[in-house]
């Protein structure tokens, strides 16, 4: 092996290690947000707790056990983006990058911040809902790092050395990123996400009058949106297109994209379960709560997998997600419920002769089972760090 070749594939190791570092750091904030959010759909779903898991973060449910639930699970879920980018950037140029990268990841899953750089270029707002997610905060992770690395490398005088890691080199990596990640990153997602938006809702009226393959064409496109980022800006647009329809007494794309959304964490779990060897050993843990987490519609569970190999992970999950929202649309399905998972199942609709309830859990199978198996076919065996190592060793 060419020495060119060699300082690629180290290279390329050390940078899905960083990544594996940021994701390591994440899955505890996965597993308690997602954990916490799901006891408080089961909680809302009982008769006596005070509220429903369709009302439990309105007005109406505060001061609830649900609504502290999720309030808690919604956090935890919430900070994980940016524990993502931080540990990324950390791995990277330790201490100096961690809070830049932390900070610049959160900044661009604010929506409002978003629209207004929109405005500052003289582009619309869009409706200040888009947000980076996670492949945003990846981005920001791997930015921050290495420009807070370059600051760190700098020849500085002894006067400024013991400020260099706590206040020079966040705040000169901040400043420089600032811009990039607000015009380079957070406009373009705040664009696509209007764009999306609109041709969603042209592709709904062709399917609302055409055939069945139109509506399982519309379900596969919502499907594969909603496992595209898991709760970045393209699930976002799927998610609110679907749920503006509710109101409306169209409930065939909420079922879609409820589905849709179940699969990717019971997919990746099916997997870590089946194949234990094509993963790290503490994937197999997330693998439990991402169980929890996709039984109760929270897509985000399937994220730590798909961080850390987005390039086979995330073409199976929209695979086995579109599957599932095509079939679903096939069959007639609708939810009136715009959240709760395995919660509101009582409430599924069908559009023949299989029950609602029995059609929904039919097309989580499906989709769990083509997720399932798509990824374990594409991923390798996962080879221990300590090996790699040694492998680039011998190499050089």
């Given at each position: 092996?060419?020495?060119?070749d060699s ?11 960083d ?6 750091y994440?899955?505890p904030f ?6 916490f ?12 707790s ?13 001061g ?22 931080g ?17 610049l990841s ?9 629209a207004?750089a929109?405005?500052v ?15 945003g905060?990846?981005?920001a ?24 890691p ?11 990123l ?6 380079a ?7 696509a ?9 042209g592709l709904e ?11 399982a ?28 329809l509710?109101g ?17 964490p019971l997919?990746?779990?099916l ?10 050993d503490e994937?197999?843990?997330?693998a439990?709560s991402?169980?929890v ?5 929270i ?8 961080a ?30 715009p ?18 309830p ?13 997720t ?7 991923k ?12 680039t060793?011998?190499?050089d």
């Amino acid at each position: 092996m060419s020495s060119t070749d060699s300082d690629f594939r180290s290279k390329l190791t050390s940078l899905k290690d960083d990544v594996m570092t940021g994701v390591s750091y994440m899955i505890p904030f996965v597993t308690i947000g997602g954990i916490f959010l799901a006891l408080g759909f089961a909680w809302a779903s009982l008769p006596f707790s005070g509220t429903t898991v369709e009302t439990m973060f309105e007005e109406s449910a505060r001061g609830t056990l649900a609504w502290f639930l999720g309030q808690m699970g919604g956090l935890g879920l919430e900070i994980m983006i940016p524990i993502l980018g931080g540990y990324i950037a950390y791995a990277i140029a330790d201490r100096p990058g961690l809070a830049p990268g932390f900070l610049l990841s959160y900044l661009i899953q604010q929506g409002g911040v978003l629209a207004e750089a929109n405005v500052v270029l003289g582009l619309p707002a869009g409706d200040g809902g888009a947000a980076a997610g996670f492949l945003g905060a990846i981005i920001a992770g791997l930015l921050a790092g290495y420009v807070a690395l370059w600051f760190k490398n700098l020849d500085v005088p002894n006067a400024i050395q013991p400020m260099m890691p706590v206040l020079i080199i966040p705040v000169a990596t901040t400043a420089v990123l600032l811009p990039v990640m607000l015009f380079a990153v957070g406009v373009p997602v705040a664009i696509a996400n209007a764009e999306l938006t609109g041709w969603l809702e042209g592709l709904e009226n062709a399917a609302g009058a055409g055939t069945v393959g139109q509506a399982a064409l519309l379900g596969a496109i919502l499907g594969a949106m909603m496992a595209f980022d898991m709760g970045g800006p393209v699930n976002k647009v799927a998610y609110v297109f679907s749920v503006g329809l509710v109101g409306e007494q169209i409930y065939g794309p909420m079922a879609a994209v409820m589905i849709a959304g179940m699969t990717p964490p019971l997919g990746m779990a099916l997997s870590n379960f089946l194949a234990e060897h094509k993963y790290p050993d503490e994937m197999y843990e997330n693998a439990k709560s991402a169980t929890v987490m996709g039984f109760s519609f929270i897509t985000e569970g399937a994220i730590p997998y798909a961080a850390s190999d987005p390039g086979r992970v995330i073409p199976s999950l929209m695979v086995g997600s579109a599957t599932a929202s095509a079939l679903a649309m096939a069959l007639g399905v609708g939810m009136p419920a715009p959240h709760g998972g395995i919660f509101v199942l009582p409430l599924a609709r069908g559009g023949g002769a299989i029950p609602g309830p029995l059609a929904f859990l039919g097309c989580i199978a499906v989709g769990t089972i083509v997720t399932g198996v798509l990824v374990t076919l594409l991923k390798p065996d996962h080879v221990p760090e300590t090996e790699t190592a040694a492998e680039t060793t011998t190499a050089d």
